[in-house]
């Protein structure tokens, strides 16, 4: 009853807080668009060391610097999803989600890369998955490479910074291609590759750990010049494994296959036109840098000239094993930021959009450009997403776009009654979702969304610090409890309509 009293609560507050969601229902979105929630294997496998399983990149981290992990844990257990996904898929069944974003472990499929044999245990495992997935009628939207690789890459090539990798994600991506590729519809090389190359590069906060000064102390890399190089090798890597699956895999298997980029909105922070060109320099050296080679052959010309000869360049056989585009764009779009130009005007540069020469601030006239989430620089602007999304269909030939991540994060300090009780985050989906429907409506070219992420989970440098989840997990127990996000969402997905019906059905719920 007291529970019964407290949900009753929090929906007066999302009716209060929300009014401009009320009209949003699923109906205003095109038949057949996917709704689900997203994960990667890293974050929500655990078992780490079983079933003939290598190391990865993220283990050796995780054991060797674990003062690099904000709360200096690891994914050794995580949400244990290596035994839990057939109650994983239960908690899907029940959202209504008719799709699920996930990631497969390069080091349960090949643990020693090509040169070792097909791990039949980490071929089972995921056919177990997505028959689960399949008899629940929900489709399997499935990431090649979110952030690991086997510890053996880093050792052979220095991961990414060795061009001996593409052929390795090649036969990688070959080899799930030929597994699951009769079942799986949906394939996406890399996952925010754009994202990682900075955090593993040029921060060095990710594995392997590389950076050079100023941005930080790391005992090896360089900060200006091996992200680009990198990012050369993912870029090759995607075209290889693209011209794989269309050459070999897409007439037979009937599915399509794209990549993910991570997707700030950036809003200039005045209107000096300095201003506006940084934040239009921004956005070309966060997304164009990897969809430009992928639609127009070639890095996009502010980057060149202002990277010179960091900034690789593709050879004429290169270009040419770039000419297959993609067949959709998957966009992670959480925040928009405002963006100062750091040409005319000096500031420091040591940051994710250093290189651009821009520096991004969540604040103009000490007012915040929306409300902060627990994600540093991360903020709840919704018509950022309208924005990010009609900027995609524009540049990039309409491709279809879907929108792979969002999602708002809370701090894991807070008591659990508070965790639960997501309020915030039902406001954020409910803007995130209308923003897209009113892009939808205008005629933008959108096919799904995914909500990061249906569970709480390890959050790479931030631990378990921060939780994104539909669903709460004690990580004790390993229990999955919905929070009222969840129960929104499932409403939402229901075809409940306006938030008022919703109401009602929640009521009966609990
Ligand atoms: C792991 O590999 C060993 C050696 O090849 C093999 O005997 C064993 O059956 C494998 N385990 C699983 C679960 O496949
Ligand atoms: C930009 O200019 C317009 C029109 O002059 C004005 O309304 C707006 O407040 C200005 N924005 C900023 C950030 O200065």
Not at 82 to 88: F, S
Not at 263 to 289: C, G, H, Q
Not at 387 to 392: E, G, L, N
Not at 395 to 424: A, F, H, K, M
């Amino acid at each position: 009853m007291a529970a019964a009293t407290g949900i009753c609560a929090v929906l007066l507050a999302i009716l209060a807080a929300a009014p401009s969601a009320r009209g949003l229902g699923r109906d205003e979105f095109p038949p057949g668009f996917l709704f689900g929630a997203a994960t990667s294997a890293y974050q929500i496998e655990g078992a780490y060391l079983e079933d003939n399983k290598s190391l990865n990149n993220w283990d050796v981290f995780t054991h060797t610097r674990p003062g690099g992990i904000r709360d200096g844990r690891n994914g050794d257990v995580a949400d244990d999803h290596y035994h839990r996904y057939m109650e994983d898929v239960e908690i899907m069944h029940n959202l209504g989600v008719n799709s699920y974003r996930f990631s497969i472990s390069w080091s349960r499929i090949l643990p020693r890369g090509r040169l070792g044999g097909v791990n039949s245990a980490g071929i089972a495992f995921y056919d177990r998955l997505i028959a689960a997935l399949l008899q629940k009628g929900i489709e399997p939207f499935v990431t090649l490479n979110h952030f690991d690789v086997p510890h053996e890459m880093e050792t052979r090539y220095g991961s990414w910074l060795g061009a001996g990798i593409r052929e390795e994600f090649d036969y990688y991506a070959d080899v799930c291609f030929r597994a699951f590729g009769d079942r799986v519809k949906y394939w996406t090389t890399f996952n925010e590759p754009n994202l990682f190359t900075k955090f593993a590069y040029l921060l060095g906060e990710y594995p392997p750990n590389h950076c050079s000064p100023p941005f930080g102390a790391c005992n090896s890399g360089n900060s200006r010049r091996e992200p680009y190089v990198a990012a050369h090798n993912i870029l090759l890597s995607h075209a290889a494994a693209v011209n794989n699956y269309k050459k070999n895999y897409q007439a037979k298997q009937g599915g399509s296959i794209g990549i993910v980029v991570a997707m700030k909105w950036y809003e200039p922070l005045t209107n000096r036109t300095e201003d506006i060109r940084a934040a239009r320099r921004a956005l070309s050296f966060e997304v164009e840098w990897f969809l430009d080679p992928i639609f127009f052959g070639d890095y996009p010309r502010e980057m060149r000239e202002m990277l010179s000869a960091n900034l690789p360049k593709f050879t004429p056989e290169e270009k040419k094993l770039m000419q297959n585009k993609v067949d959709f764009i998957g966009i992670n779009q959480y925040t928009a930021i405002y963006a100062r130009d750091c040409i005319s005007l000096p500031c420091n540069i040591m940051t994710y959009e250093g290189n651009a020469m821009v520096l991004a601030t969540g604040e103009r006239d000490g007012v915040l450009i929306g409300k902060p989430t627990a994600f540093k620089g991360y903020y709840d602007v919704p018509q950022g997403m309208e924005q990010a999304v009609k900027y995609v269909n524009e540049r990039y030939e309409n491709t279809p776009v879907y929108v792979t991540e969002n999602g708002y994060s809370q701090q894991s300090d807070n008591s659990v009654e508070d965790l639960i009780n997501d309020v915030g985050r039902v406001n954020y989906l409910q803007g995130y979702l209308t923003s897209i429907s009113s892009a939808v409506r205008k005629g933008a070219n959108v096919r799904g969304y995914f909500v990061w992420s249906l569970i709480d989970n390890f959050e790479w440098g931030f631990g378990y610090t921060v939780r994104f989840g539909l669903y709460h997990v004690d990580f004790e127990t390993q229990k999955r409890i919905p929070k009222t996000s969840a129960k929104w969402y499932r409403g939402f997905l229901a075809g409940a309509g306006p938030v008022d019906d919703q109401v009602q059905a929640l009521k009966a719920d609990s």
